[in-house]
């Protein structure tokens, strides 16, 4: 996942970052470091990327996050 498709991932959920960072269990710093492809953070975690899609094509994947959208 490219910190492109991360954000877009983000925002196609509904999600400011704070509760995306919050849903997914990464510091918010983090992510907004990950959004911005800066490396000091390192990778994108490949279980946030998987869940982030599950989470936009399975309705009961954002139900089980707490996901309202």
């Not at 983000?10 to 999600?15: A, F, I, P, Q, V």
């Not at 279980?47 to 309705?59: F, P, Q, T």
């Amino acid at each position: 996942m490219t910190p492109d498709e991360l954000r877009q991932a983000r925002e196609g959920l509904g999600l400011t970052a704070v509760a995306f960072a919050k849903v997914f269990g990464v510091n918010e710093r983090t992510l907004r470091s990950w959004e911005k492809g800066e490396a000091r953070s390192g990778p994108i975690r490949p279980s946030v990327a998987v869940l982030a899609r599950l989470a936009l094509k399975h309705a009961h994947v954002r139900r089980e996050l707490g996901i309202n959208s």
